[in-house]
Structures are given as C-alpha cells and as structure tokens.
C-alpha cells in the first residue's frame, strides 16, 4: 500500500509527539551550538528553527541574542523548548508547524536553521523549498543531518528494514541531506554559496547495550519500532544497534564512545 508524503507526516507527529525525547536532545547541545558560531548568528537577527524539537538550536541562537521562533510539528515538544527557554531566562516563540508547509510571510527570517530535524520530513523537494521561501535574499540557511554511511545513518537503516508495515518515506532517504551533492540539487540555483563540514557526534554511555536501552527509553521511533516486533524481531534489532555502536566505538575501556558523523551545511540564499 502507498503511502502519501501527508500520512507519514501525521504518523511521524503522532510518534514524536508520545515520547520524552528531551533527555537524548540534551546530550546533542554541542552540535547547535557548533551550528549557530558557524553560520555566524548576530545579536538582532531573526532566526527559524525548523523542526526544532525540544529547542537545542533554538536556544543555542538565543543565547547570541537572536529573535528566535522555534517551530515543529509536535505540540509537546515545543512545550519542553520553551520550559528549558524559561529555565534560562532566554526568550523564544514557538509555532506548532510542519516543515513542508511553514505558516510564515516569503523573506522573513534572516538565518533558517535545522538540527538532525529537516531531514526527516518526507516530502524532501518541498521542505527544502519552504527552507529557501522562508529566508530572505543574502541569508542563510544551515542544516545538520547524519550522513549515510555514519554510524545513525546505518542504524535507522537497519532498523527500517526490520520493522514490518513501515515504508521508507516515498522518494530519496533522509540521510541523503547529509551529502553536500543532494543539499545543492535540492536548492539549485537559488542558493549563491553553499559549504560543508563533516563533524562527529559522540555518544557517551556505560556500554553499547546501555545506549541501545537508552535509545529504546526515550526516542520515540525506536520505542515504536521495536513494539511493533514479536520477540525475534527485537533481538535481531537489538543485535543490529550493538553492531553498529560497537563499529563506532572509539573507547578501549569498555565504555561508549560511538562516533556519529554528520554533516554541517551551510547555504547563502539568493
């Protein structure tokens, strides 16, 4: 059975929106901020975290004094973005919104920002036209996204094939956005400059079997993909997470350290 861009979207809201994510999105801090020194945020600019999930970014732009609007499709997400605003006595506004249908005025935005989020929606072509939409002339757009052969990138791989009745989204791979050559084809000639900058996420834990519990806790598509598994089904997912964690791990003491390469692009939009 076909999928449409739109039910997937709905699907995707739905498990995102029943989940604590907060607890993985806290230990990803470094990589918004990374972000926002690079494509340069300045005190006053006005600045769009699209599918901005708990508000890593969000913050990360607030923090250099930006006029932030934090927006993504899930409600209680944006909620726990402006309790931890709060929290820091930061101010942003947040705006319930799908990143393929962003409910914002052409050119309002001087810098668009997404972090492991855009990349996600299904409708790729179109997100990356509202991307450009939403930005005004000589601004900037910047993008974080797991490239393909990294470590996320062969695990949600691993783990879709696993998961019956769950369709890759139609069209291209989400980890295609973490290819400078896919960014560039998405943003054709309306972009006049566009760089990138392979960087590594680390993951920390006391093993590779406690990050896969951890991952099991609180991301929300892994909770929902392994319940949907009989008990072979689970172990075989599980066996394939300690894999890949155990392929990326840099650490000699028994620990975690699971190097997770991303891509960091920036784009100067026409």
């Not at 939409?133 to 601004?139: A, D, L």
């Not at 599980?238 to 975690?256: S, V």
């Amino acid at each position: 059975m076909t999928v449409t861009p739109q039910e997937l979207t709905e699907r995707m809201r739905v498990v995102w929106s029943a989940g604590d994510y907060n607890p993985i999105a806290t230990r990803e801090v470094l990589v918004s901020e990374l972000l926002a020194r690079e494509i340069d945020v300045h005190w006053g600019d006005r600045v769009l975290d699209v599918a901005a999930g708990t508000g890593n970014t969000a913050l990360a732009a607030a923090r250099r004094g930006a006029r932030v609007t934090a927006s993504d499709f899930s409600a209680t997400m944006l909620e726990r973005a402006a309790q931890r605003a709060a929290v820091e006595g930061l101010e942003i506004e947040i705006e319930v919104a799908d990143a393929q249908r962003l409910p914002f005025p052409d050119d309002m935005f001087d810098v668009v920002l997404s972090t492991f989020g855009v990349m996600y929606a299904p409708d790729q072509q179109r997100t990356a036209d509202e991307l450009i939409r939403v930005t005004t002339p000589g601004g900037r757009i910047g993008l974080v996204s797991w490239t393909p052969d990294g470590l996320v990138g062969r695990l949600q791989g691993s783990r879709t094939e696993e998961v019956p009745g769950q369709p890759p989204p139609p069209g291209k791979t989400a980890s295609l956005w973490g290819t400078e050559q896919h960014c560039k084809e998405l943003f054709g000639d309306r972009i006049s400059e566009l760089r990138s900058t392979l960087r590594t996420q680390e993951f920390c834990a006391a093993s590779a079997r406690a990050q896969v519990d951890f991952l099991l806790e609180h991301l929300p598509p892994a909770r929902a993909g392994h319940g949907m598994l009989d008990a072979d089904g689970q172990r075989r997912w599980i066996a394939a997470g300690l894999e890949e964690f155990e392929r990326h791990n840099r650490a000699q003491d028994g620990t975690l350290v699971g190097c997770a390469e991303y891509l960091e692009v920036i784009a100067t939009v026409r």
